[in-house]
């Protein structure tokens, strides 16, 4: 099931111009989670965000994805284009995930099967419309928002695999201050020698694999010298709920399991041995 699926050019750039030290909250990997994200996006109010990003995957693993829609609309987050939306967008045969082992990809084509089913004609076309790139500059700094990467909408930029050399070489061929992304679900950053930045925001739509039930996103600011950012928030939210709606959907119970446990079951095959080792199974 492994694809390529490139980018694409930047769609357009939005000029924040000067927020001050008021940050801007970046998100990714919903998988249909909208209980985890209405709690993202009240402690982003609480906390002042003046602008809300969402870097895709807004389906996937959870249940009844037309209820994260509306909530996005209604809170004006500007959503980049991921693996899932693409391939729901556009009724294809498979969610794009990028992965390469079997178990992988039977618990990724039952959750891709479910969402696309249950996502509207109207959602579908509001997920045609999302641009893979997007860039932001605030306070002069270039911040360019992808999935997975510049690349390729579906590539994994792992923690333990991604070296400094790597990810200059990355920056230099699609030039910014600070790349924002997420896909792999487990957050982290990089400050590379240049001053410029690599920022994983992780995923709201389940937990890190490390026991905890809290999902993270990051608020994101530049300073008055021109350094960049990024304070990670963890958020509680309502996973009872979470679990009680994905059984009463028939969802597989290991999607269940991981949200009651903190611990994922599924998709492991792709995990690099650091972050697996973090996990329980």
């Not at 967008?89 to 079997?102: A, E, K, N, R, V």
Request: charged share 25%.
């Amino acid at each position: 099931m492994q694809d390529v699926r490139e980018s694409g050019e930047l769609g357009w750039v939005e000029e924040l111009g000067d927020l001050g030290r008021a940050p801007i909250a970046v998100f990714g990997g919903i998988y249909n989670n909208h209980h985890a994200l209405r709690a993202v996006l009240s402690d982003a109010a609480r906390r002042g965000a003046r602008r809300l990003y969402c870097l895709g995957d807004l389906g996937g693993f959870g249940p009844s994805p037309d209820k994260v829609f509306p909530i996005l609309h209604e809170h004006g987050v500007f959503v980049v284009q991921g693996n899932y939306d693409l391939s729901v967008g556009h009724d294809l045969s498979d969610c794009g995930c990028g992965y390469t082992d079997p178990r992988d990809n039977h618990f990724a084509q039952l959750s891709y099967a479910y969402t696309l089913t249950k996502t509207s004609e109207r959602n579908k076309a509001f997920l045609r419309t999302l641009t893979p790139v997007h860039e932001v500059r605030l306070r002069g700094k270039r911040l360019r928002f992808v999935h997975g990467s510049p690349r390729r909408v579906n590539e994994f930029l792992w923690e333990s695999t991604s070296p400094r050399a790597f990810l200059e070489r990355l920056l230099d061929e699609h030039p910014c201050d600070a790349l924002l992304c997420t896909h792999t679900g487990l957050p982290w950053e990089r400050a590379l020698d240049s001053g410029r930045k690599v920022i994983n925001v992780g995923a709201i739509g389940r937990p890190q694999n490390d026991g905890r039930l809290c999902v993270p996103y990051s608020l994101v600011h530049v300073d008055d010298e021109g350094r960049v950012h990024n304070e990670r928030i963890d958020v509680d939210y309502d996973h009872e709920a979470l679990a009680a709606e994905m059984r009463a959907e028939a969802l597989p119970e290991e999607f269940v399991a991981t949200i009651e446990s903190g611990y994922w079951t599924t998709c492991l095959e792709i995990l690099p041995a650091k972050e697996r080792s973090r996990g329980k199974f």
